[in-house]
């Protein structure tokens, strides 16, 4: 049996057959559901829950918060029996914001509670270019392993990654939970914009819980998932996002 995603789905969200189609190449299978299905939808037939990109409910009140509510009412505490039983969520962009509005990133406390903000971007406006990240080979998360530095696309306006506290980010540090930092061309950590370009704290892009199932990042592996999506580094063997799926697909294996 293949893995099964669900792909969520609301009004503003615009990358879930993006993922869907990067679920499937990875070996998956996948199923785009609307929010409000969730009340009916039997979260045992699926190993993983992705929260896609976009801009749900136009982002009114701040990116995700209308979405979060919604979820909130809908299915938080399944997905923390969903998550207890050893299977794998993944919010990108608008997801990420989500899944740190409902505390279940990064969680350090194990309470589900709220422990950081994505603010607007430093710059001041919404970025959309490419950026180059590293992952932390020490992290316990399932989605990166073995992959060391990774090319994707950013388009976000609050991805300004800041931890609630000095207390919050040294939990973070000693659980191996920041997963991705933004670097430049030779590897190297930056805040320099326009590397790092939304001034997240510590060049965070990515971030997991203690678990290392649940996974949050700025950047979109849905939109690299072929080598040519990205001229830049095209090549035949290139490490594109794809791999981020597969590392989900493989886990169940």
């Known amino acids: ?91 990108v962009c608008n997801g990420f914001q989500v899944l740190v509005k409902l505390g279940f990133l990064p969680n350090t406390l194990k309470r589900n509670d709220p422990e950081s903000v994505l603010a607007n971007n430093s710059s001041g406006k919404f970025e959309s270019r490419w950026v180059k990240v590293k992952v932390n080979a020490k992290s ?47 590897g190297f950590t930056t805040s320099e914009y326009p590397r790092n370009p939304s001034g997240s704290f510590a060049a965070i892009a990515g971030i997991c819980d203690t678990t290392g199932r649940v996974f949050g ?10 080598p040519n999506q990205n001229i830049k580094s095209y090549r035949q063997n290139a490490v594109t996002g794809l791999s981020i799926y597969k590392n989900a697909v493989d886990y169940f294996k």
């Open 217 to 226: 990042l700025m950047p979109h592996p849905e939109r690299f998932i072929f």
């Open 1 to 91: 049996m293949k893995p099964k995603a669900a792909i969520l789905f609301t009004s503003g969200t615009n990358c879930d057959y993006e993922t869907a189609l990067a679920f499937n190449l990875a070996g998956g299978s996948s199923e785009i559901v609307l929010t409000k299905e969730l009340k009916s939808k039997k979260l045992k037939d699926y190993q993983v829950i992705i929260i896609p990109g976009g801009f749900s409910y136009g982002d009114h009140f701040g990116s995700a918060t209308i979405w979060a509510n919604e979820l909130k009412t809908v299915f938080q505490d399944r997905v923390s029996k969903f998550i207890d039983e050893g299977k794998l969520v993944l919010g």
């Open 140 to 186: 316990p998360l399932v989605f990166t392993k073995d992959i060391d530095i990774l090319d994707m696309p950013v388009a976000h306006g609050e991805g300004n990654f800041m931890p609630k506290d000095i207390k919050t980010f040294g939990e973070m540090i000693k659980n191996n939970q920041i997963v991705l930092q933004y670097v430049d061309n030779s």
